[in-house]
């Protein structure tokens, strides 16, 4: 309760003070000296985060997120403010900003979306909080309300789906990652974000389909809306203010890019790979929608059936188990020697009391993986079976 409360005086801290006008960043920025400090707080708890074991490590993903960011700023920007994008192994949708230009971004939200334009307005959005200094315009809110965050920074604030995350932020981390900024700042990086979109020429009527599609999930779900997409203003609010911004700034203008082939193609491993954290999260419907999204790029991936049949295992709705058997024989089929699905068929046979079978499938599988993890337990299974 003690830091629930604390959460809450943070939150009402930021979305109700009043902001500080200052400059963005320009060719001649140089850094305020409470913004010096920031930055340093910033690097200390991104070391923490580097070192956590959180972050995705795929070198082509991380270099084409780059190549991104970079294509959204001018020369001038991107040497006052070095942007870095780093992706983070959480199911959950959210990205957040450091005011030192570091951008993390769940792989969660990476798999929702569907092309590069609408990659680009993520992107763009969280620069924005950079390149206008809505770090240090909080921060100095807050010093002007005289309430100190560093209670924040030494505790652990409990949410769902990020505790592991929340655990090793800050105060600075804390603010970007979870309570947002004002309804102000949320509404320039949302405007001056879908102009830096259109000038480097994707299409900006991608922006609002992400939140579209957002809203569809969390429906889907019953989820409390994403971090990202959060309180400031509320999703509903954003999809109509990036629409009007549309309707009034980009109405009848040729259309950009959405290049969603290069797109799929660069982060078709990370859709799948999000989609076992998405079970391993207990999100079925999430998790099978990222299969079936991978499997539109990749048809013959045998990990893709299994992760199928997986879902249809644990989930045990009407029909699953037999469901899960036929994923995991099309995983069988294209691939005879993938040792996984043969343990799992093997519980579903032991399960339902064809004992042969079940042994048939345990010993298929030790022999492919004799060194598995669980080699003590599917021998017990098969100690039974011989009984």
């Known amino acids: 309760m003690r830091y629930f409360f604390l959460l809450l005086i943070l939150c ?34 991104q070391r923490v985060l580097n070192n956590s074991g959180l972050v995705y490590r795929d070198n082509e993903i991380e270099d084409y997120l780059n190549k991104i960011a970079r294509n959204l700023q001018t020369p001038e920007i991107l040497a ?12 959950y949708l959210n990205a957040f900003a450091f005011p030192n230009g570091v951008i993390y971004i769940h792989t969660g939200i990476l798999a929702r979306m569907d092309n590069e334009a609408q990659l680009a307005t993520l992107l763009a959005h969280e620069m924005t909080h950079c390149t206008h200094r809505h770090a240090l315009r909080a921060f100095r809110d807050r ?83 994403p971090f990202f997409f959060g309180t400031h203003p509320k999703l509903r609010d954003r999809i109509e203010n990036y629409r009007n911004f549309l309707d009034t700034r980009y109405q009848g203008k040729r259309a ?17 790979d999000n989609a076992f ?23 013959n991936d045998p990990r893709a059936y299994y992760l199928l049949g997986e879902i249809s295992r644990q989930r045990k709705k009407q029909n699953d188990t037999d469901r899960a058997k036929a994923y995991y ?19 579903l046979y032991y399960k339902e009391g064809k004992k042969t079978l079940a042994k048939r499938s345990f010993e298929s599988y030790l022999s492919l993986s004799p060194h598995a993890p669980d080699r003590a337990y599917i021998k017990q299974y098969l100690a039974q079976c011989n009984e």
């Not at 006052?80 to 199911?91: A, L, M, Q, S, T």
């Not at 950009?256 to 799948?272: N, S």
């Open 329 to 347: 024989k099309k995983a069988l089929s294209i691939e005879p020697s993938y040792p996984d699905p043969l343990r799992a068929i093997g519980l």
């Open 256 to 272: 950009g890019t959405k290049d969603t082939e290069v797109f799929l193609k660069k982060l078709h491993k990370l859709i799948l």
């Open 12 to 45: 009402s801290l930021i979305a109700g003070c009043l902001t500080t006008s200052f400059p963005p960043v320009t060719e001649d920025f140089g850094l305020e000296d409470d913004e010096k400090r920031l930055w340093q707080r910033s690097k200390e708890e």
């Open 143 to 225: 010093k002007n309300k005289a309430i100190d965050l560093a209670a924040v920074q030494e505790n652990q604030i409990g949410c769902d789906g990020a505790v592991d995350l929340l655990a090793l932020l800050g105060s600075t981390g804390c603010m970007a990652a979870v309570t947002g900024y004002s309804r102000e700042f949320e509404t320039e990086a949302d405007m001056v974000g879908i102009r830096l979109v259109s000038q480097a020429g994707y299409d900006p009527n991608e922006a609002p389909k992400i939140f579209e599609h957002l809203t569809k999930e969390l429906a889907e779900e019953k989820l409390r809306e």
């Open 277 to 299: 954290l998405d079970l391993k999260a207990g999100r079925f419907y999430s998790a099978q929608r990222g299969a079936k999204k991978y499997l539109k790029t990749k048809p």
């Open 80 to 91: 006052r403010i070095p942007f870095r994008i780093i992706v983070i192994k959480n199911p």
